[in-house]
């Protein structure tokens, strides 16, 4: 009786065993991002089965998913008139690998996160606005991304170089522009690849050596040659672009022939003619001066001063030397000998011409793509490219007049990298001169410096203090546009009882355009440029209170520093310069935000010691409505909309979170904080009226 009781016990619980395999119930993580999915896309009744909490989608069948074991698989809700957005939660899908939205009527930003590890994804012929999100860039097990016939605007960001495994890329039918982005050379699989009906620009000669078997560009702006290794495509579609007339440049001498794609190397072209091999060293040099004194002189830049902005068209002073935009009506030798001679070259190294193929002036090419020859001069030369390039030598003797020798009264500020002074002309003109630490050559190169003034001559963004000029006689200096107005920091923590605060419309715009500029930086340069040294004091304000993002572009002297960054602003991940990357200068805007929230410093020794530190004190309190009103800067007087307050709070904590992962991109943050702006300029009317 005992045995047989036995027996009944373990056939029983063998019963159960099986029973619970059979009927998993599906991980809470899935259930609760199918959750938000259901509510954010209205509650669909055509969604049977679904629900807006809890549930069990593999249990209970809910409508277009499919699971394995107690993970969901595939969402399949294509074609079936949905409204609404996606929700916010697809990063927890870890098991979704077929994600289809096609054909519906969902509006807004693409999600910042989609399901991680989706093969196939499919959101055509849907409303979706915005950019392509930066998240994109490390779902590498992508083989199928379809995001044609939305209202995609921006640029197509250069996001490919670890997606190996794509065979298919559709963003036809949006309104996306600039130029192909240099990481699409990387998808050594892709089979397909749709860019039609857009407004790209720029040649297509990065597609060259894909293993293309469709090609569709049509109804563009691409200009340049259709590259000989695509004609062979069957599905090749062109018309409708700015292609150029006549016979393609020929490749440079001892390129492999067009049957061997891999091998061959990309064209550079200068004004419709290749400059190749040793012989034609003197006439590459000639065309290239005469292509750009043929080109017309850019606008103005728009961030000077009032008084600036009346000295601006008048002589430059005699204490700059020439600019580099040339004057259209120079001879050809003139512009030669003057354009060395601003540029400290005394001679043409010919031998050191004839090691790079070929130097090019792209008329078209991406501002910030940092990409240099070998030797000096064709460094130098490369950097007057662009005709929006006003890049002007300046004398050492010049300088130490206009800073009154580099006085104590004419000093900005003082960093790790050396010392900023302020420059002053007879015409009204004033400048900023950045005076760099000898110490931080020694044992460089003197080309370094030429290298980085080229780098940041080619960097444009309405939202970045942009270089004006340099010296590097004896030393080593940089010169940019002054900014009456000073830093963030002087606003928020040196202001005196008078001075107006800043309101909180312009604390979350100045927010965003720092994340505008943090982009910029991260996701349009090729490859991405690390800051390594945001704070408030390196963020200037021009006379309309617009952020301008100073000190960029120079993370390789921070490198050598035994100090990076101010107090308070420093990654917890960043024990070393050396240990910075793109989430840790996330992790520091996170802290000029919570200044722009509380008006307090991101280190104040005068704080009791548990408050000292911004971030560490202000964290715990970020998720609590009472605490969030409590911390928000008293120079406010409680004027600003309460739900700006608390969204702004979420994108500060998601931004300084001790893990660099969980960090979103700085991509995310801008789309979060134009959100923020647009109602918040909506909403601050009707809460104040």
């Known amino acids: 009786m005992h045995h047989n009781l036995n027996h009944a016990r373990l056939w029983l619980a063998l019963l159960a065993v099986s029973t619970t395999s059979v009927h998993c119930k599906t991980s809470s993580e899935d259930v609760a991002a199918l959750n938000v999915m259901y509510s954010s896309l209205n509650s669909p009744s055509k969604l049977s089965g679904w629900k807006s909490s809890g549930g069990d989608p593999c249990g209970e069948s809910w409508k277009g998913i499919k699971c394995s074991g107690s993970s969901v698989t595939e969402i399949n809700l294509s074609d079936m008139g949905l409204s609404g957005s996606t929700g916010y939660q697809l990063s927890s899908l870890s098991s979704v690998t077929y994600f289809d939205l096609s054909n519906n009527n969902l509006k807004g930003d693409i999600p910042y996160q989609l399901p991680p590890k989706a093969r ?6 849907n409303g979706f606005t915005g950019s392509i999100p930066f998240s994109v860039s490390q779902m590498d097990e992508l083989s199928q991304l379809n995001l044609g016939h939305n209202q995609l605007q921006n640029q197509l960001g250069d996001m490919f170089e670890k997606l190996t495994k794509l065979k298919l890329l559709d963003v036809s039918f949006n309104s996306l522009s600039g130029n192909l982005p240099q990481s699409l050379k990387s998808l050594k699989n892709l089979k ?24 569709h560009v049509e109804n563009n702006k691409f200009t340049g040659w259709v590259p000989e290794e695509l004609k062979s495509i069957n599905d090749l579609q062109t018309g409708g672009n700015s292609w150029s007339k006549g016979q393609a440049p020929p490749p440079p001498p001892g390129t492999p022939p067009i049957k061997h794609p891999k091998k061959k190397k990309e064209k550079s072209v200068i004004s419709g003619v290749a400059i190749a091999g040793i012989n034609f060293g003197l006439l590459a040099i000639i065309i290239i001066i005469v292509a750009l004194c043929k080109r017309k002189s850019s606008k103005p830049s728009s961030q000077f001063t009032d008084e600036e902005r009346r000295s601006h068209h008048r002589s430059r002073t005699p204490l700059a030397s020439q600019e580099l935009s ?3 009506g120079a001879s050809v030798n003139k512009e030669f000998k003057g354009g060395l001679n601003s540029l400290d070259s005394t001679s043409i190294d010919v031998k050191a011409l004839q090691k790079s193929p070929s130097i090019g002036v792209r008329s078209s090419a991406s501002d910030c793509v940092q990409s240099f020859n070998d030797n000096e001069f064709a460094n130098r ?15 050492l003797a010049d300088l130490y007049s206009a800073t009154a020798s580099f006085g104590s009264g004419r000093l900005l500020g003082e960093g790790s990298i050396g010392c900023v002074y302020r420059a002053k002309y007879a015409d009204g003109k004033v400048l900023a001169v950045k005076k760099i630490n000898p110490s931080l050559f020694e044992g460089g190169a003197p080309e370094e410096f030429s290298q980085i003034v080229s780098k940041l001559s080619k960097l444009h963004h309405p939202n970045i203090v942009e270089l004006v000029g340099y010296c590097s006689e004896q030393e080593h200096m940089l010169i940019y546009d002054y900014f009456r107005n000073g830093s963030l920091h002087g606003f928020l ?10 309101t909180w419309n312009t604390r979350i715009r100045i927010a965003l355009g720092t994340a505008r500029a943090i982009e910029y930086l991260h996701e349009t340069c090729s490859p991405p440029l690390l800051h390594k040294n945001i704070k408030s004091s390196n963020i200037l304000l021009d006379t309309d209170l617009n952020p301008r993002l100073s000190d960029y572009g120079l993370a390789s002297f921070h490198q050598r520093t035994s100090q990076n960054l101010g107090a308070g ?9 050396s240990a910075f990357t793109l989430k840790s200068d996330v992790y520091s805007f996170g802290v000029v935000m919570l200044e722009l929230l509380t008006g307090r410093m991101a280190f104040d020794s005068s704080k009791p010691k548990a408050e000292q530190c911004l971030v560490r004190w202000a964290t715990p309190l970020l998720h609590d409505i009472n605490a969030v009103e409590k911390m928000v800067d008293p120079a406010l007087r409680g004027l600003y909309p309460p739900k700006s307050l608390f969204r ?27 959100r923020l702006v647009q109602r918040s300029s909506m909403t601050l009317r009707e809460d104040f009226d």
């Open 120 to 125: 196939h994804i499919d959101l055509s012929n």
């Open 648 to 674: 702004f709070a979420d994108v500060i904590a998601l931004s300084v979170q001790s893990e660099p992962e969980f960090r979103p991109p700085v991509s995310e943050l801008v789309q979060a904080l134009m």
């Open 493 to 502: 923590h040196l202001s005196d009882d008078f001075s107006k605060p800043l």
């Open 326 to 328: 040339t004057d259209p």
């Open 569 to 577: 602003y420093n990654a917890p991940e960043c024990t070393k310069p």
């Open 381 to 395: 030369l490369n950097s007057r490219r662009s005709a929006s390039i006003r890049i002007t030598t300046f004398s």
């Open 192 to 215: 397909k690849l749709h860019l039609q009906n857009n407004q790209f620009t720029g040649s297509i000669n990065v597609l060259a050596n894909l293993p293309l078997e469709e090609l």
